[in-house]
């Protein structure tokens, strides 16, 4: 099988910028106030993308590695399914790292790709279930790993997929599994065009995933985890975000680290996903998040307006003040808990 670069294999080479090997720190200040309403302890949360600072761990996935297992595919990356492969195994032990992942955790990756984190994944001790939309690189991950019996390849994508039906049949089937109560974790570099029907999937799992760690764009990242009431970044995704898990930033990763680069930085968020029975409390969770919709439906319009096909706009005032809030509040001023409250007055029969 030839590994000889393809010509647009060789225009990366000219055009890929060296990778950092250089550490990067970054220091996030906490915000005044999270959109959930509660406010941080003041410490510094320190990003900790410490670049190749370990000289002596091999980097099995760098550019050429990378090449030549794209190539020996007849590969070149695809923009259409964000394919912007992971070159800093550092990186790839840091996202597991966050994720705590120990001997006989079952992991679900999304997108491996390569198969650069699912190394890093198997090397932990994880049995890891992959989903790949690609069948070529479901191909290439499935023979990369054909030696262990720790990875399970779906050539599907992980928005049709049907996860929780794969992540039981994989505890039933599995001797090796510990199962005593240990919930399975998602550890994965997803590709930026899936990233907010990733959450919507996986965040209302916490009866089957304890944690979910993904590596975003930058930007995505810090509107998820960090809005600010009263600013246009505060959507009805961040009181859907706040509702089913505790959201933490952890780390910034230059766009050096991938090939091809993308256009932006990424950074590794964790969400900490709620059991049910610590979901707040609402008769629905469907009809709670039709309110917050329809809230935010006009976002300029006070709540008072844009509610009336529930109830009268003299009861949404009178709900509003009863917790505490203006009777001309508009949706950008509502923590999640707030909604939740103002959910449950103006719902109850
Ligand atoms: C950003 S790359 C990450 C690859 C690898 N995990 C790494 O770190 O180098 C995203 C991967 O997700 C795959 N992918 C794209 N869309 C997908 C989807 N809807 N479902 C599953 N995999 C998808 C791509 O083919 C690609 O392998």
Do not use: W
Request: proline share 5%.
């Amino acid at each position: 099988m030839s590994h000889s670069l393809s010509l647009s294999h060789q225009c990366y080479l000219q055009t890929l910028p060296p990778i950092s090997h250089n550490a990067s720190f970054t220091c996030h200040h906490t915000p005044p106030q999270k959109a959930n309403g509660s406010r941080r302890s003041p410490k510094l949360y320190i990003a900790c993308a410490r670049g190749n600072n370990r000289a002596s761990t091999p980097n099995k996935d760098d550019y050429h590695s990378t090449l030549k297992a794209l190539n020996s595919k007849g590969r070149s990356p695809r923009k259409s399914l964000g394919q912007n492969y992971m070159l800093n195994s550092d990186i790839n032990e840091q996202l597991v790292g966050v994720a705590g992942v120990e001997e006989g955790d079952v992991v679900l990756e999304i997108g491996p790709g390569t198969g650069s984190l699912t190394d890093t994944l198997i090397n932990s001790g994880a049995f890891v279930l992959a989903v790949e939309k690609d069948k070529h690189m479901a191909a290439l991950v499935s023979e990369r790993f054909s030696s262990t019996q720790k990875l399970k390849v779906l050539n599907e994508d992980i928005v049709k997929c049907h996860v929780r039906s794969h992540i039981s049949s994989l505890y039933g089937n599995t001797k090796e599994i510990d199962s005593d109560n240990r919930k399975a974790k998602v550890v994965a570099n997803i590709p930026f065009y899936i990233s907010t029907d990733v959450i919507k999937l996986l965040l209302p799992m916490g009866d089957i995933f304890s944690e979910v760690v993904l590596l975003l764009q930058e930007e995505t990242a810090l509107r998820l985890v960090e809005p600010s009431l009263r600013t246009p970044e505060y959507r009805p995704i961040n009181v859907f975000v706040n509702f089913y898990s505790d959201p933490e930033y952890k780390f910034k990763v230059e766009r050096t680290n991938f090939f091809p680069q993308p256009n932006v930085d990424a950074a590794v968020v964790s969400f900490k996903l709620k059991q049910p029975s610590e979901y707040p409390y609402v008769s629905s969770s469907k009809s709670f998040f039709a309110v917050v919709n329809s809230a935010f439906n006009e976002k300029r319009k006070m709540i008072r307006k844009s509610l009336q096909h529930i109830c009268t706009s003299l009861e949404i005032e009178e709900a509003l003040e009863s917790i505490g809030l203006l009777s001309t509040s508009r949706p950008e001023e509502l923590t999640m808990d707030d909604f939740v409250k103002l959910h449950n007055l103006i719902t109850k029969e």
